[in-house]
């Protein structure tokens, strides 16, 4: 009974190579988002050590390091496994993300999976972090964009 | 405290009407009167009281009625735990499509 979230796309790039991007330069190309920081402080730069049993790490400005999560399965250049965990999240809620990437011709169909969403507890300090109104607000963008994705895939 | 699957699914087919998004918008800001919510989106009230129909069963809205006029109908956003684990999962989805889009535009360029 695990609620997740599903995204995919293609990349013009070979599966190797978007592998290499996404775990090598995540630091380059990860944008922090204000909604969903993954610490109280100003967002640092992302970066993975790789191989199985390395970290998430976000290195935060005053030069903290924040583990984000572990990786629990390094298979180059097919599968991503790691586990995810926000300051802001409840001490019992462990959010794993998985991330496939398959050859479609000359491009990689890049999947993100972000499963465990199902333990948020209603009074938790998380949702205490969470304007709902602006939430709420953003439902109709949200679904735009999400149908648009949608449309992309099939 | 989680949310079945099907509840999900009964909330989300109730947020993929862009009159009921409509309706849920102006929830946000504050309760409002059935009447209010139809004029509101300028459709007639029979339409009106479906869509509230929809959004009560998906748990999104209450009904109450003030303590002046028991005709009156009030809707309101329900905080429920489905209600809050739905925004988490639009949330996520959202930044993960950023994310995404920022992952591609990267990859793209040193290709």
Redesign the interface.
Known sequence: MTSKVYIALRVKAAPARAFEAFTAEIGQWWRPNPLFQTTPRDPGLLAFEPGAGGRLIETLKNGKVFEIGRIRAWEPPERLVFSYRQANFPLDLHTEVEVRFEAVGEETRVSVEHRGFDRVPADSVARHRFPDEVLLMRLADWWRAHLASLKEVA | ?????AE?DRTLAA??D?QR??V??LL??RPRAAGELARALELPAPTMSRHLKTLRESGLVAESHPAFDARVRIYA?R???MV??L??????????????????????R??
Do not use: C
């Open positions: 405290m989680s949310a079945a699957p999900i947020l993929a862009p998004r409509r849920v918008d946000a800001e956003l905080p429920e735990p809050h684990l925004r988490w999962l639009e949330e996520a989805e959202r930044l993960w499509s950023e994310q995404l889009a920022a992952f591609k535009a990267h990859v793209e040193g290709a």
